[in-house]
């Protein structure tokens, strides 16, 4: 379709449109470009304390695995 062709309307539609996508396009760029530490700053204290120590049961576990028999 041509621009030139559209109906006002048409055109404010397509205008809505295309605003949206730039805003997908920068969110999605934004999120691809995260990183891990970026998350936990956004954890208050008490979660990031909780998941420290999540990660150290992790890590002693694949450490020191438990037998069972």
């Known amino acids: ?3 030139a062709t559209l109906s006002p309307r048409e055109r ?3 205008a ?3 605003a ?3 805003v997908d396009v920068e969110l999605d760029l934004r999120l691809r ?3 891990h530490h ?3 700053a956004v954890l208050g204290p008490p979660c990031r304390a909780l998941l420290a120590v999540l990660l150290r049961v ?6 020191f695995p ?4």
Do not use: K, N, Y
């Open 58 to 63: 992790l890590h002693v576990t694949r450490c």
């Open 1 to 3: 379709m041509d621009g």
């Open 16 to 18: 809505a449109l295309e």
């Open 12 to 14: 404010q539609l397509l």
């Open 33 to 35: 470009t995260m990183r």
């Open 20 to 22: 949206e996508l730039r």
């Open 66 to 69: 438990v037998i069972t028999s």
């Open 38 to 40: 970026q998350f936990r």
